[in-house]
DNA sequence: TTTAGCAGTCAACGGCCACGAGTGCTAACA
DNA sequence: TGTTAGCACTCGTGGCCGTTGACTGCTAAA
């Protein structure tokens, strides 16, 4: 607990970096015999515990009672996402895997959620969790009302990028569908185009209906917040096989984020472009105190972006997990780009 | 393990209903003592033990070692949901709660799944599940097309019952948004109304570009799987709570099953308006032997109907779950037939 | 600065025993 | 014939203890 933050030597560097590279994959504390065998720093273990020692005392690694190995505490594998870890890349043959599966799916956005969530869960071992691009200033790109019963009526709204909401609103007495129609029509060529606000200040006159009409269309403009289904998960199962989920709280906490996803937008700072890790709930999330997320926002920034991750344990491969973050995160900004670009 | 499935007596009734009742609620093997003191029926504990041996012999209880309380098998479960549990009803005033919540929700199916799936776990202390109600044979009632960007045309299809899916589809060459509306004007001419197999079956002289829409037309009528996320879970993880869950093998098989409801549709034969109960998988799952699924089938029969119900360990509070399934699935149907019967 | 050697620590494991909850059986009883 | 009291028996649970072995920390020598 020194307060000094000091460089560590090259083979304090070394240790850490091996430390956390084995107890991510045996999830077993590491003895400094067994660092000895295991790789090529041809110093005998009392020199590693030596080192070891160092390093607990800067708060990089910790150990659960006196006659156990060591491992990595949160700081540590801070530490080694930032120093050690470097720019990783996912190997190119899976990258090609990856953008081949997205080639041949069909162009939906949903069947692109659903792609991503499954490639993340498989390729980052993790929990995968995507949400759908929210248009930031939604603006109307056209309306259709549907009679579907003697008083009822379905509105369907498409906004400037595709995304399409619908609302059933009933009527106080029946219309004709080419009444209907005919409605939707002036709607149309009045505020086509326009957002929010444009909508408010820009008068007409309108019947009762088409007010009414316009009413709920604003309602559902405001609604920004995404539908809850419109979230796409992956991978929860094999990750809760995990060891560190045999606790029934911590395997709570941990179906708890996946299912209440709005908390990761809480969390998501970053821009588009950056890949976001935060490790054992970073002191704001206490349930989440033994999982980590890596995270990105995707899509077009100021347009509509979405978000998507990984959650798993602390002990989670950070290298695998980020890169292919970032290599799904980069695919989809280029499906939103080129699919909702203006 | 007698083959004779003879008649109990009116006590190896109660003592049956007994145990089921205090088993649900404490999670631990009721012994003859415990159900002497704390029910009415005045016999000693030796005369319960007898009729507990009887009904151990029929197959209805066990116990988990010699000398250990009775508990409930699969078989006594059906016993008691068919024979002793009668018609149970949820409280009026729950209900009227219910009632309320769907009233003041908004006109939208989505907010009516998410809602009845909350009120499905809260009632009826499971995890539970709702999938959207599905056309049976789908109609068209309304395409649309929009133009999005250079190449790129968003066709939007609204089946009759007010359905809506999209796809994407990309041009050979540029279109205005004049001649995209032209063309589906025409296709809805011709096809509005008809199912798949008379749109196969009615010829037209189209465009190639008309006839490629057309085609898509027909792939998305034919996917006539839901798509997966337009599922609402609910209570999972207060059922992964239960002790019978604190084993990760269990708890992973529960949530596979909440993750993959397809296999849902296959359990379910019931017609609307009947409450289908499948214990400890019966016999067909052998990952799910300690849950129980409570199910109904709601909607319009032969129109649109969509699946919801409730999973927990086989120790499940049967008359709550049913009665809420059943209420809940008979609310959601005349939503279904309000809204978009013909 | 590194290393060998050694003492010290502590979780894990297995054996042992006492406890107590519950049953099954038998014999007496209504 | 059905019910009950009594008692022997079973078996899981939990506490206790000693052994084992995997580590570490320290010290003194290289």
Redesign the pocket.
């Known amino acids: 607990m020194s307060e000094e933050n000091q460089e560590l030597t090259p083979?304090q560097q070394s240790i850490l970096n091996l430390i956390v590279h084995t107890y991510v994959a045996t999830a077993a504390p590491?003895?400094?015999?067994?660092l000895m065998e295991g790789a090529g720093l041809?110093?005998?273990?009392?020199?590693i515990?030596?080192d070891?020692?160092v390093l607990?005392e800067y708060g990089y690694l910790t150990?659960?009672?006196?006659?156990?190995?060591?491992m990595p505490t949160d700081k540590g594998y801070r530490y080694f996402v930032e120093r050690l870890l470097g720019d990783v890349e996912l190997p190119t043959d899976e990258k090609n895997t990856i953008r081949h599966q997205f080639h041949q799916a069909k162009l939906e956005m949903s069947q692109w959620m659903q792609l991503a969530s499954a490639v993340l869960a498989r390729s980052a071992r993790g929990a995968a969790l995507v949400t759908a691009p929210q248009i930031g200033q939604p603006r109307i790109r056209q309306l259709q009302l549907i009679s579907t019963q003697a008083h009822l009526v379905l509105l369907i709204l498409v906004f400037q990028g595709g995304t399409v909401r619908q609302r059933i609103l009933t009527l106080k007495e029946p219309m004709e569908q080419n009444a209907l129609s005919q409605a939707a029509t002036r709607l149309n060529n009045v505020y086509a185009g326009l957002d929010a606000a444009a909508i408010r200040t820009r008068p007409a006159d309108l019947t009762d209906f088409e007010s009414d009409v316009l009413q709920l269309v604003l309602e559902l403009m405001a609604d920004g917040a995404p539908p809850m289904h419109e979230v796409y998960r992956d991978g929860l199962t094999e990750v809760l096989q995990q060891p560190e989920f045999i606790s029934q709280s911590e395997a709570r906490a941990l179906v708890n984020a996946m299912e209440e996803p709005s908390f990761l937008m809480d969390v998501l700072s970053a821009r588009v472009g950056t890949v976001q890790v935060v490790i054992g709930g970073e002191g704001r999330w206490r349930e989440l105190s033994s999982c980590s997320m890596v995270l990105a926002r995707y899509g077009v920034e100021g347009f509509a972006t979405g978000t998507l991750g990984v959650l798993g344990p602390t002990r989670m491969p950070y290298g695998r997990a980020i890169s292919a973050v970032r290599y799904v995160a980069d695919l989809m900004s280029d499906l939103v780009s080129d699919l909702y670009g203006d």
Chains 1, 2 share one sequence.
Do not use: L, Q
Request: proline share 4%.
């Open positions: 083979r590491v003895s400094s015999k067994a041809n110093v005998s273990s009392a020199t515990r030596n070891m020692a607990e150990h659960p009672h006196t006659s156990a190995g060591r």
